[in-house]
């Protein structure tokens, strides 16, 4: 039974580039939710879908973020440009439904130079 | 202001030995909390979630506590192991998709 699959678990870049990150969320599953973790803030919701439609981006820190999902089975969150702010773990995780408990993929740690 | 708030920040135990982790929240409207475990590396993994209702919740050594009333959750690890050294997240659900995670408190069980 794979679980909610991440890539690249690692991630160094410069400053300006365009970061993609990628999330394979569990089959069947119909929510998905990207966080972002800091040690000083811990877990944000950055956006949240729901049947593939994002039903609550607010969490997103500005325009230099976006989120999409083109089907069940796949979701990407870009960063573009980069900056050393965005520096963080970035968590996907989806649900059966959205109040059932979360199951989360294993992260990808970016590091913005 | 929805928060989530635990204590200690970290604990370090010996092995064999019990220990209690508190989390207080203010979040309203309240629908579930939950405890996660956060390995060092890895994505939380749930452990318990208790409804409003519930006043206790055991996972093998986990045992989730509730009190609505004063807005307050424990865990307690019985027993504790090695490899119960791990971050753990309490979570509260407004009743919708969106949670408020606390900032963790993080267990260092020694042999």
């Known amino acids: 039974d794979a679980g909610v699959i991440q890539s690249p678990r690692h991630e160094v870049t410069e400053m300006g580039q365009e970061v993609t990150l990628r999330c394979k969320p569990i089959?069947?599953?119909?929510?998905l939710f990207w966080y972002r973790q800091t040690m000083m803030r811990g877990l944000e919701l950055l956006i949240y879908?729901?049947?593939?439609?994002?039903?609550?981006d607010s969490g997103m820190p500005e325009d230099r973020f976006s989120a999409k999902m083109p089907n069940a089975s796949f979701s990407t969150l870009k960063i573009q440009p980069s900056e050393p702010r965005d520096s963080a773990v970035y968590f996907c995780a989806s649900s059966l439904v959205e109040v059932q408990p979360q199951h989360f993929g294993d992260g990808t740690r970016l590091s913005i130079l | 202001k929805n928060q989530v708030e635990q204590s200690p920040q970290s604990l370090i135990i010996l092995e064999g030995k019990n220990c209690t982790l508190q989390c207080n929240y203010t979040v309203s409207p309240f629908s579930n909390l939950r405890w996660y475990k956060q390995d060092t590396g890895r994505g939380p993994v749930s452990l318990t979630i208790?409804?409003?209702?519930?006043n206790t919740k055991s996972n093998g050594r986990y045992t989730a506590t509730l009190d609505a009333d004063t807005k307050q959750s424990s865990l307690h690890i019985t027993a504790s192991q090695l490899s119960d050294s791990a971050s753990y997240i309490c979570v509260v659900s407004e009743g919708t998709y969106k949670y408020i995670f606390g900032t963790g408190t993080r267990l260092k069980v020694l042999a």
């Open positions: 089959s069947g599953h119909n929510s």
């Open positions: 208790m409804t409003f209702s519930e």
């Open positions: 879908f729901n049947n593939n439609v994002p039903i609550d």
